[in-house]
């Protein structure tokens, strides 16, 4: 029930919008209105490749024709396999422009799921980036029943001659059929066969991307285009995302072309001063099986940008080379570089204490590798000019006007330079810690900004590139003095909310819009109301048609007035910003952005005598860890048959006993994605009951109470520099020790895909 009549919308004049477009109409409009030579670009190990709008339509036209060509018909499913790049945007819309259903799949997933979805879908093709990942899963595809072709972007010139295509690792096998260009599973050994399966089922057929693209081109005209386009429908279903369900199975996310197109045109109209055309420059390395980045690129692709893509190793690097106006990221990488700022600040305090008290009482600083000072500048600034600059600071005031005017404290220009440089760094994160977005900075502080820009601030931009207009953070929350000390230094964190199920957004800040702490207001078209117990329920033309092939989920998900349950407990501001406080459901996300969920994990270790409750933490940060309240009574017992005899608080760290746990948590880890795998866990010595209200009436645990009751035992597991939990002890050691030492290996298939 709502806990009022309340209804929040997005302010006038915040973005538009925009219903009746297919995802394919998009593309077609930018390359009427922007022609951009360098609207897509690939890097390569020398160069960036770059593809023009016109020539990326044209390649997404011969692909679709060539589909077409195939055993496939529109409404189909497509699977997607492939690496978050140019061709997996040409797979993208040339599969939505056939009229197919396409289904991205993250390549982080286990093999198991990814099993599991191309036979959930039904899914009669799948495109894949590379023959290394089709080794990986050929050994499983017979269980994909449905499956007729695979596609292969990246090919060898002589795959077809080569005898060992596909076997690496599976010799046993596969065996590769030159005559027919198909692969034939003969081993009935592995673990996912069918066990009603008596004979080797024929394996699809294998076409480079090439191939396909080339049956395409023969029969691609302009008047093909234009009935490919005429025969798709804005209400058509265009994909199916998979995330994780609450008992673990993946849940397929069914969106629309208009759902997608939509969520895209609200966001982008409602971003002021976004240019169109080559004017705007994005470096993509978000996961494109996600819908933010999919959904941002979409925008960018129908905005006309120049969208440079990257990937997580390569993304720091790459800010440098391309200098990108609009930079789409995860909390993460955010939280590195601010942890880089105040680790390097701590770090270099003394020596530069030992260097600056020589002579003036100045701040303390910090060097930073990453960031270079700029020697030129120096050598172009006067030292009068500095000097007149930093007599004004009432911070140093009259102690440093004191030391430069005195005769016998005069110094030369290499003995001021570096030091006053160091204490400027130092001095300058204590200064941006103070801004406040928002707020309207005092004159004097305004002034402090202006000095310590192009010296810090500007070096501090240099890491994203030097041109960032928009700096784009989404997937999890990011902390408020994050936003804040960027603001300051010139770097605009634009922090939004969405689900998969909302189609992307539901609220973004922008423009005057923009709160640290907060993400934001609505994006046009959508309505948020608060419920009784503050879970957020959205409506709008975004959201999902519900989930593939689970009306009852659905049902749990959207109810009869059309409000979408999102989980999330949140509040508005006075001033209408949405705040998100806390979860209702028992799935998180991480700060990288991916969704873990707790529950079965949870309930795998709760089976163990040894396990009484655990509680999977992790939401906004960087991993998953685990919170374990052994069942003391059974682990005595278990301690005293291997020979350990101790107080339960010496027994929760003994090696021994860490080890035991630690083959559990592995065992419960196995047939998860290794994000979502608990990296770190705690025994707790302690009782989760209805009387300390760690457990609620219904025997259900309190989450948020729980992680306010163990608030310190969960901030020294992520900790960087903490102790080792088994201190230092080698297995080795632990295995001598430990005469029972239990451990468990998780078998490949039920691991995630190596890519």
Known sequence: MLSTNQVYRAPPNSGEVVLGRTLPSLLDEACDRFPNPHAFNQFT?????????HEFRTAAAELALGLLDLPLEAGDGIALLMHSDVNFCIADMGSLLAGLVNVPIDLTQTIENIIFILQHTE???????????????????????????????????DWHQREDIGTRGHRDAVTWRNNSQCLSVTSSSHPLKSSSETSPRLLPEVFSLEEIRSRGRGKNSEACFQELNSQLIANDLATIIYIPGITGEPQGVMLTHENLSANALAMFTGIPDLALGAQEVVLSFLPLTHVLARVFVYGHINYGHSIYFSNSNRVLKHLKEVKPTIFATVPLLLEKVYSKLLEEGDKNQIQSQK???????????FTLSSFKFSTSWVRKTSLATLREATLQLSTTGRTLRTHLLSPRNAISPRQFYLPLYQSMMSWAIKLAQKYELGKTPERQYILMLKLVDRLVFSQWRAVFGGNIK????????????????FAAAGIKILQGYGLTETGSAVACNRGQFNRAGTVGILIAGVEVTIAEDGEILTRSPYITQGYYKSPEATQQLIDVQGWLHTGDLGEFTSDGFLKITGLKKSRFKLSTGKYVTSQPIENRLEKSPLVTNAVA?????????MLIFPDLDNLHQQALSIGINLPTEDLLKHPCIIALYQALVDEANCHLPHWSTVKRFQLINASLTIENELLTLTQEVNRAKVLEVFAQEINAIYEEKRIQRR????????????????????????????S
């Open 45 to 53: 190990d020398t160069s960036w490749q770059p593809l023009s709008n």
């Open 123 to 157: 899914a009669k093709a799948l495109i894949i980036s590379n023959l290394d990942l089709l080794s990986q899963i050929l050994p499983y595809l017979q269980n994909a029943i449905y499956l007729k072709t695979v596609i292969v972007v990246d090919v060898p010139i």
């Open 355 to 365: 260097q600056t008290n020589r002579w003036v009482n100045l701040p303390r600083h």
């Open 470 to 485: 928009y700096l784009l953070s989404g997937g999890a929350a990011l902390k408020a003095e994050i936003v804040n000390l």
């Open 617 to 625: 933490i992790g939401a906004d940060r960087k991993f998953c860890a």
């Open 727 to 754: 201190e230092n002890v080698t297995i080795g050691q632990i295995n001598d020790l430990c005469p029972a030492n239990q451990t468990f290996s998780c078998p490949a298939f039920a691991q995630s895909l190596s």
